[in-house]
């Protein structure tokens, strides 16, 4: 029987937070030392290979997202984006650029960075890939490669008004501290679900403080990301 969907996770009660997991240290998250980890790749164990049930009956399909990383003077920022409020499908949840593999793209890296310059107008000339994060399979049935990449700090973008609401950066020092990350319960009629949530509490574009309800597929990706340094 397929899943229903979470129509409200912020009301899913919180079960833990991981405190007692190590933060990843600070000369981790450098782009020289990202660089090095994903040349030689240590050993390392996969904590979410998807979200472990479908809410869809159809085939898999191949997808990709760019995990993009600022490089601001003082820190690695990663740019998210939230996505407009009228889509069918994920509608005001923060999310990766990125989407469906198209039969024109090459590589799983070729998808994510037209996807990226599609809704945000990122240009690939300002972004270096790093390597890919284990496929991580979504309860919609999508198989989507993560491609982690540095972004020169001089960008300028331009939003695709349809798709995306905004663009926005949290440090990513933020994301890789497990304090910052909590699990939730989702109990329904013939089974539960678990799920990560990583909120963060930023600036809009008019600088309005609010917070950015990062969770579901986008917060288990990082928790992989987080995962990988850690090894």
């Given at each position: 029987m397929p899943r229903p969907p979470i129509l409200d996770p912020r009301a899913v009660p919180v079960t833990g937070i991981d405190v007692d997991l190590p933060s990843i240290a600070a000369d981790r998250l450098t782009p020289d030392a990202l660089r090095a980890r994903f040349a030689a790749p240590p050993p390392w164990v996969l904590e979410f290979p998807g979200?472990?049930?479908l809410m869809t009956s159809r085939a898999p399909a191949s997808a990709a997202v760019l995990i993009p990383l600022v490089m601001r003077e003082d820190s690695l920022n990663l740019l998210l984006t939230r996505r407009a409020d009228h889509l069918r499908d994920h509608a005001g949840q923060i999310s990766f650029p990125g989407g469906r593999v198209e039969p024109e793209d090459v590589s799983a890296e070729a998808t994510a960075l037209r996807e990226t310059e599609e809704e945000i107008g990122l240009s690939r000339t300002q972004i270096n890939l790093l390597g890919r994060l284990p496929i991580y399979t979504t309860v919609t049935a999508f198989q989507v490669t993560p491609i982690v990449a540095l972004v020169q700090p001089d960008i300028a973008l331009?939003?695709?008004?349809?798709?995306?609401?905004?663009?926005f950066e949290?440090?990513?020092?933020?994301l890789m501290n497990?304090?910052?990350?909590r699990r939730h319960h989702f109990n329904y009629q013939g089974g539960e679900r678990q799920f990560l949530s990583m909120p963060w509490q930023g600036s809009d574009g008019l600088g309005v403080?609010?917070?950015?309800f990062i969770w579901g597929a986008t917060a288990a990706m990082l928790r992989n990301f987080y995962r990988f340094l850690a090894a």
């Open positions: 979200d472990g049930g331009r939003l695709d008004a349809f798709e995306v609401a905004e663009a949290v440090p990513l020092r933020f497990p304090a910052h990350h403080s609010r917070e950015y």
